[in-house]
């Protein structure tokens, strides 16, 4: 009876041994954080130390895209590891997710994790698959914002939205049920407009200057598109909601919920610069340039807090002994223009809003400091966390693991496919197209009806479309066979007819 007993315990407690060693996992994800203004990215806007430490003790992939670059969308991908046409959530205006489906949280569930997701979830619908959740409803407010209670209350909390998000996850953190490993996915809402910073960051870059990009002032010649859109920084940006200049009180920018206090600092701050702006009298190119400056100080005051809150997070792993079996993941839901081509915003298959930061520490398999240069997406986190976790990757996900990638340096794709849907905000046309290491091919339609062609070594920042010319027919014959293959492939009808209708093929 005994010997029973003490195998039977031996037996236990091996399981619970192997149970403990699966990773945990972490997975933070920002809302609209450009890796132009990450350091580990060669940035020299700001120093992003805590990024960079994920960077620097695991690997920097630097072609990971994104399949449709939006928020709703990007999330919907991330949680269910296929495209917005097979997910259903293909844009931010008429999309809600359908929380019944499969997702790697609800795998990882069934297999043993406890799984949380807190912060920025912008799904529309009631989380499903975790054991905890706390989100902010819609794209939530920076100070002293709402909360989504698992109860079906509301919840408003004090304090500035980066800091809140943080102190609920080392909160659940604190209170988990350490018998199991956990997936927790902090949802960050900075850095989305209207960038309004910690009251405490306000000012960190008043000292710096920003040199244009070079293509600031792109007259967006032979790109049609690109021509009718509404996201410049010299049209697009309002005075008062994005710059806050003479901000009415009865504009919602988020100044309602501040208490006293909040609302003392934020106006001593901008008070100055409105009366400076006031002084100057600027005007045409004068103009742009102060509204560019002020984009850029107030962005990046936004990244400072969600740059410290990442660290507090990081903090936490070492001092509960937890970062040598956490997997951690830090990425955007897609890349963000930081004044290429004149603009702030994303939505388009160029490479500043398609390519997304993505850093990874996965200790005793990445190697510290490594780079990662073959082609991944956002539709491969659910099968590369699965595979991680030693769940099998359901058949159905359309998304590839990069762990071969990343252990044995094998390419996962040769060819990646975007697709964006909504018609609306900041007109920017649907569009869908191809992206090889070298070149991308982009149908637009619906708003616009065009290709563009691209050589990306040529040309890395997009400005010449060379669809139809001569030389470059065999190559563009290629990229449009691909595209062809890889939308058979993942099963998207909508581009697929409208390929087929195309009468320039
Ligand atoms: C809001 C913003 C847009 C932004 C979308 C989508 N306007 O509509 O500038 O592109 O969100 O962002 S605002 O006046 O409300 O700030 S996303 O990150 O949710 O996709
Ligand atoms: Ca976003």
């Known amino acids: ?29 920002s809302d609209d954080h450009a890796y132009q203004a990450i350091s580990a990215y060669g940035s020299k806007l700001m120093q992003t130390r805590n990024i960079d430490r994920i960077a620097h003790g ?57 799984t949380s997701w807190i912060g920025k979830w912008h799904l529309e619908t009631t989380p499903q698959g975790f054991d905890f959740w706390q989100v902010l409803p819609g794209q939530g407010s920076y100070y002293n914002p709402d909360f989504l209670m698992m109860d079906g209350s509301k919840k408003r909390i004090d304090g500035y939205v980066s800091n ?44 710096q200057s920003f040199p244009l990009p070079h293509d600031f002032f792109d007259d967006y010649t032979g790109r049609k598109a690109a021509s009718m859109q509404d996201m410049t920084i010299a049209k697009t940006l309002t005075m008062d909601y994005d710059l806050k200049i003479g901000t009415n009180d009865k504009a919602d920018i988020g100044l309602k919920r501040m208490n ?34 002020r984009y850029m100080r107030d962005y990046l005051s936004t990244a400072i807090g969600l740059e410290r809150n990442i660290g507090r997070v990081l903090d936490y792993l070492d001092t509960h002994g937890l970062s040598k079996n956490t997997i951690v993941i830090y990425m955007s839901d897609q ?33 510290p400091g490594s780079t990662c240069s073959g082609l991944v997406m956002n539709l491969d986190i659910a099968p590369t966390l699965l595979d991680a976790a030693g769940v099998q990757i359901p058949k159905d996900m359309q998304g590839k693991s990069f762990l071969p990638l990343l252990k044995k340096n094998m390419p996962i794709h040769d060819a990646l496919y975007y697709h964006y849907y909504e018609n609306g905000t900041h007109s920017v046309s649907p ?3 191809v992206r090889t290491k070298q070149y991308k091919l982009i149908c637009f339609y619906e708003k616009v009806n ?36 890889l939308i058979d492939q993942y099963g998207d009808k909508e581009a697929l007819t409208i390929l087929q209708e195309d009468k320039s093929l």
């Not at 195998?7 to 041994?17: D, K, M, R």
């Not at 209170?175 to 997936?183: A, Q």
């Not at 006293?260 to 009298?281: E, L, M, N, S, T």
Request: charged content about 30%; some cysteine; glycine content about 6%.
């Open 335 to 367: 890349g963000f223009y930081m004044g290429e081509h004149g603009w702030f915003d994303k939505r388009w298959m160029y490479e500043e809003s398609f390519r997304t930061p993505m850093v990874m520490r996965y200790p005793g398999v990445v190697k």
């Open 164 to 207: 809140i998000i943080e102190d609920i996850s080392e909160n659940w953190l604190d209170h988990r049920d350490t018998r199991k490993p956990f997936c927790l996915v902090i949802g960050h809402k900075a850095t989305h407009r209207n960038w309004l910073p910690d009251t405490a960051d306000l000012g960190k870059f008043d000292h």
């Open 450 to 485: 065009s290709w563009e062609f691209y050589d990306l070594k040529t040309d890395p920042h997009e400005m010449h479309n060379v669809y139809g010319k001569k030389e470059y027919e065999p190559k563009i014959a290629l990229l449009r066979k691909r595209l062809k293959e």
């Open 260 to 293: 006293p206090a909040q609302r003392k600092r934020y106006d001593d701050y901008y008070k100055k610069i409105a009366d400076d702006f006031d002084a100057r009298k600027l005007s045409g190119k004068a103009l742009t340039e102060w509204k560019y400056e």
């Open 58 to 114: 695991g690997v920097i992939f630097k072609n990971a895209f994104v399949t449709n670059s939006l928020c709703g969308p990007s999330r919907a991908v991330i949680l269910t590891g296929k495209y917005s046409h097979v997910n259903g959530f293909k844009d931010n205006d008429h999309s809600r997710f359908d929380g019944s489906q499969d997702s790697f949280i609800k795998e990882l569930q069934k297999n043993g994790y406890q």
């Open 431 to 433: 569009h869908f197209g």
């Open 1 to 29: 009876m005994q010997k029973i007993f003490f195998w039977l315990l031996l037996l236990f407690c091996s399981g619970a041994i192997s149970a403990q060693k699966r990773p945990n996992i972490l997975l933070i994800v």
